[in-house]
């Protein structure tokens, strides 16, 4: 059995490879996110199509969670995320076949194939608290969310260097993004296979002397039955939804109310405006993650889960009230962000505290499945809602969603006096 301090040694360069890896990894949604509904709606001609991309994005995240969880079980974190990426990157090379060949059904493929690296940063964060010290939990996790910022921030912004690589290359300008994310993920996935070793999930069944996982095991029953089971993961869990629904429903129409309101002023800079307006939402997202991580273990993971929520609630009313001023909108999309860091940090973290390792992949595949599946029909949701009483429409909907999570989990934690975690 490892000593205290190899476990640690291990540990840290766990975090390291990790956190690198995310840095490459994520810079193939950032593009997706920026540029899916504009294409989606050019490709189709029907603007209630707009949510297209983003809904592919959470179903390809939502349909491979569990799978992922399920190989993480059977063969380790190394192989499970290696994987995702691989997959994700054939959706990067689909995503350029659709600006090629003009292609709505490609855009919808394309994104449903990048959104499996949406799973893999998801169960990365989980992969972190593997060998974290349970005091240390939400730091760690904290830091490789931190890590995707780079990526996630700059991958909104690709348009104008991927045009000019496309122009080098005799291909269609926005094609040029999708291939420098796909470049992204290939530096990721190299990282992630080379130096994900020891593996921490399988160095954790070796220190816990864990049985062999059955082949059978880590379904969405299975992770389902975990969380029911225990109140104080299904209140992070009810958190995480909360805030993810409505992230991705309000941020998933920005981008197309922007284009719209530029379009009606005159303006010809409707994707600088729209790259600029994901990327401080991403920033705010994942920047200030490792202070998220610091405030969850020294106030309480319920603790700011709620004020992620209320963060979360406050931001989408300005967003739907504030709608015809971008700049405006621009503050809601960096308030929203952040509140989305503050619940999914605590929530994960509350999550992972929870449980025994023996009953965690379980059911941290689930929850990642479930909140990709949940963000995934508001981005479909939201383009019906956008498309019949406009953003504003948007932003009081999902502030809906919002208000009733933050009420949902008040009442786990009253009824089933869920301490602090």
């Given at each position: 059995?490892?000593?205290?301090?190899?476990?640690?040694?291990?540990?840290?360069?766990?975090?390291?490879?990790?956190?690198?890896?995310?840095?490459?990894?994520?810079?193939?949604?950032?593009?997706?996110?920026?540029?899916?509904?504009?294409?989606?709606?050019?490709?189709?001609?029907?603007?209630?199509?707009?949510?297209?991309?983003?809904?592919?994005?959470?179903?390809?995240?939502?349909?491979?969670?569990?799978?992922?969880?399920?190989?993480?079980?059977?063969?380790?974190?190394?192989?499970?995320?290696?994987?995702g990426?691989?997959?994700?990157?054939?959706?990067?090379?689909?995503?350029?076949?659709?600006?090629?060949?003009?292609?709505?059904?490609?855009v919808?493929?394309?994104?449903?194939?990048?959104?499996?690296?949406?799973?893999?940063?998801?169960?990365?964060?989980?992969?972190?608290?593997?060998?974290?010290?349970?005091?240390?939990?939400?730091?760690?996790?904290?830091?490789?969310?931190?890590?995707?910022?780079?990526?996630?921030?700059?991958?909104p912004?690709?348009?104008?260097?991927?045009?000019?690589?496309?122009?080098?290359?005799?291909?269609?300008?926005?094609?040029?993004?999708?291939?420098?994310?796909?470049?992204?993920?290939?530096?990721?996935?190299?990282?992630?296979?080379?130096?994900?070793?020891?593996?921490?999930?399988?160095?954790?069944r070796?220190?816990?002397?864990?049985?062999?996982?059955?082949?059978?095991?880590h379904?969405?029953?299975?992770?389902?039955?975990?969380?029911?089971?225990?109140?104080?993961?299904?209140?992070?869990?009810?958190?995480?939804?909360?805030?993810?629904?409505?992230?991705?429903?309000?941020?998933?129409?920005?981008?197309?109310?922007?284009?719209?309101?530029?379009?009606?002023?005159?303006?010809?800079?409707?994707?600088?405006?729209?790259?600029?307006?994901?990327?401080?939402?991403?920033?705010?997202?994942?920047?200030?993650?490792?202070?998220?991580?610091?405030?969850?273990?020294?106030?309480?993971?319920?603790?700011?889960t709620?004020v992620?929520?209320?963060?979360?609630?406050?931001?989408?009313?300005?967003?739907?009230?504030?709608a015809?001023?971008?700049?405006?909108?621009?503050?809601?999309?960096?308030?929203?962000?952040?509140?989305?860091?503050?619940?999914?940090?605590?929530?994960?973290?509350?999550?992972?505290?929870?449980?025994?390792?023996?009953?965690?992949?379980?059911?941290?595949?689930?929850?990642?499945a479930?909140?990709?599946?949940?963000?995934?029909?508001?981005?479909?949701?939201?383009?019906?809602?956008?498309?019949?009483?406009?953003?504003?429409?948007?932003?009081?909907?999902?502030?809906?969603?919002?208000?009733?999570?933050?009420?949902?989990?008040?009442?786990?934690?009253r009824?089933?006096?869920?301490?602090?975690?």
């Amino acid at each position: 059995m490892s000593t205290p301090t190899s476990t640690a040694e291990i540990q840290r360069r766990v975090r390291i490879a990790l956190s690198c890896a995310q840095v490459f990894s994520s810079l193939g949604n950032g593009s997706t996110l920026a540029l899916g509904s504009i294409l989606a709606v050019e490709l189709s001609g029907n603007e209630a199509l707009a949510g297209t991309a983003t809904t592919a994005l959470g179903l390809g995240a939502a349909l491979s969670a569990v799978p992922l969880a399920r190989l993480a079980a059977l063969r380790g974190r190394r192989v499970a995320l290696g994987t995702g990426l691989l997959v994700a990157i054939v959706g990067t090379f689909a995503m350029v076949g659709a600006v090629v060949f003009s292609s709505f059904p490609l855009v919808a493929l394309g994104s449903l194939l990048v959104g499996v690296a949406t799973a893999v940063n998801l169960q990365a964060r989980f992969a972190v608290t593997d060998l974290a010290e349970p005091h240390q939990r939400g730091r760690d996790l904290s830091l490789v969310v931190w890590a995707i910022t780079v990526g996630a921030v700059l991958g909104p912004n690709t348009g104008g260097p991927g045009a000019v690589l496309a122009a080098a290359i005799g291909m269609p300008a926005h094609a040029g993004a999708f291939l420098i994310s796909a470049a992204g993920m290939v530096i990721g996935g190299a990282i992630i296979i080379v130096f994900l070793r020891p593996d921490p999930l399988l160095t954790r069944r070796r220190l816990d002397d864990a049985p062999p996982v059955a082949r059978g095991s880590h379904s969405w029953a299975a992770g389902a039955r975990i969380v029911a089971s225990n109140p104080t993961s299904l209140a992070a869990v009810v958190g995480m939804i909360g805030a993810h629904a409505t992230m991705v429903g309000v941020m998933a129409m920005t981008p197309l109310h922007i284009a719209h309101h530029m379009h009606d002023a005159g303006s010809p800079d409707t994707l600088q405006v729209v790259g600029l307006t994901i990327s401080l939402h991403i920033a705010g997202m994942y920047a200030l993650s490792p202070v998220m991580g610091v405030l969850t273990d020294r106030l309480g993971s319920r603790t700011m889960t709620v004020v992620g929520l209320v963060g979360t609630l406050v931001a989408a009313l300005l967003a739907g009230l504030g709608a015809v001023h971008l700049p405006l909108v621009t503050v809601a999309l960096v308030l929203l962000g952040l509140g989305w860091s503050a619940a999914t940090v605590a929530g994960a973290t509350m999550l992972t505290a929870s449980l025994p390792p023996s009953r965690r992949v379980e059911a941290q595949g689930f929850t990642d499945a479930l909140v990709s599946l949940v963000g995934a029909m508001a981005a479909a949701s939201a383009g019906l809602v956008m498309g019949g009483i406009d953003y504003l429409g948007v932003g009081l909907a999902y502030g809906g969603v919002t208000l009733l999570a933050l009420l949902g989990l008040l009442t786990l934690a009253r009824r089933d006096r869920i301490r602090p975690l």
